[in-house]
């Protein structure tokens, strides 16, 4: 059940406003989660799936429940 409306055009800055816990999720991805692993939270959630090879649909649904 999705508790939060993401879509692949926001910031990260914008998803960690609205989802607490999306940092938590974004490290058992394996970004962002240490200091060589930096992001920026400007980049967008279409863009660090891209970069990731992690599938859209799925990061986004991820990011969207706790």
């Not at 055009?9 to 058992?28: K, S």
């Amino acid at each position: 059940m999705s508790l939060y409306t993401i879509t692949k055009g926001m910031t990260l800055g914008q998803v960690f406003d609205i989802n607490p816990g999306g940092r938590d999720i974004l490290a058992g991805f394996h970004i962002g989660g240490c200091h060589n692993c930096a992001i920026d939270e400007e980049d967008t959630i279409e863009k660090i799936a891209k970069e990731n090879e992690i599938p859209i649909e799925l990061l986004i649904n991820s990011l969207s429940t706790e």
